[in-house]
């Protein structure tokens, strides 16, 4: 493949997208036996997800990450503390 197209490491790219929850899910609670009841708090709230998109090349370049909120106005303080360059924007559809 690389006689019939000579990419450069520059030119080879990888793009992967993740979605988060913002809801939290507990861990495993272990109990004694004798226990009538254990629980955990949980949240109530509808499970909202969080898309992150970043790109890199195999030389090493990359293209600075996106994440994208689903909601009508993007705010600027929803990326503090993000990577350097880091892209926020928001969606109305989700």
Same mark, same amino acid.
């Given at each position: 493949m690389y006689s019939r197209h000579p990419l450069q490491p520059q030119n080879v790219r990888n793009l992967d997208e993740i979605g988060c929850s913002t809801v939290h899910k507990p861990?495993?609670?272990i109990?004694? %036996?004798k226990a009538k009841q254990i629980g955990a708090?949980?949240?109530e709230k509808r499970e909202i997800n969080v898309s992150m998109i970043a790109c890199v090349s195999a030389a090493g370049t990359f293209v600075p990450s996106a %994440?994208?909120?689903p909601r009508v106005y993007y705010k600027e303080h929803m990326i503090n503390n993000a990577p350097p360059g880091t892209i926020g924007m928001a969606t109305s559809s989700g």
């Open positions: 861990v495993r609670v109990g004694d %036996i708090a949980t949240s %994440i994208t909120f």
